[in-house]
């Protein structure tokens, strides 16, 4: 005979499993919106629709929110998943003391100086600024754990071909008139990506 904790223990277990197969099994659920953000600067815009339709090529459910006035903020509070920034930005930020100056120097003094929570994707080759202290290459910083083998892939696949030249002409073309998911478009579709 059960004594009565063991009683409590096994409705609860049995509770718990009852909850957790419901919602394992419960196909009517929405997918998760991965959000993307940025600040109000084309450049940052532009981005965060690359990487926001990078994504949605895998099958993501996802959104780009602008015109945040302190992303990395929001990428902590979880309002937003992903954020794509410039390594010495960021490093600047998060351990300023750093003496790493170039591209490789910089993207691995990010990921030692990383939030717990968070995780980079490798950095976009050529695109650091001119006559800045250290190198300035674009990634993306996102929430750790969320995202599967295939979307992390595809978020290294834009590093691996965004260039300086391909940005500007893609942020010509929105100084033109063409809108920034257009542009993103175009440039995913000229690298099948």
């Not at 929570?117 to 695109?127: E, H, R, W």
């Not at 929105?174 to 990506?193: E, M, V, Y």
Request: net charge negative; hydrophobic share 40%.
């Amino acid at each position: 005979m059960l004594s009565a904790v063991a009683r409590r223990t096994a409705t609860v277990i049995l509770a718990a499993t009852c909850v957790f197969t419901t919602v394992s099994c419960t196909s009517d659920q929405a997918p998760t919106v991965v959000a993307v953000g940025a600040d109000s600067s084309t450049e940052s815009v532009l981005l965060a629709q690359i990487y926001s339709q990078a994504l949605a090529r895998t099958g993501t459910s996802t959104t780009v929110i602008t015109g945040l006035p302190t992303p990395l903020a929001d990428l902590d509070a979880g309002t937003i998943a992903v954020l794509p920034a410039r390594n010495g930005a960021l490093l600047d930020r998060w351990n300023p003391t750093s003496p790493a100056r170039k591209p490789d120097e910089v993207t691995t003094a990010v990921n030692a100086a990383l939030p717990q929570g968070l995780s980079v994707t490798d950095a976009a080759d050529g695109t650091s600024p001119t006559n800045t202290p250290r190198a300035e290459n674009i990634l993306a910083v996102y929430r750790s754990g969320i995202f599967n083998r295939q979307q992390l892939k595809k978020l290294n696949y834009v590093a691996g071909e965004l260039t300086t030249e391909a940005l500007t002409e893609s942020l010509h073309q929105i100084n033109t008139g063409t809108t920034p998911a257009d542009a993103a478009r175009t440039w995913l579709d000229a690298h099948a990506l």
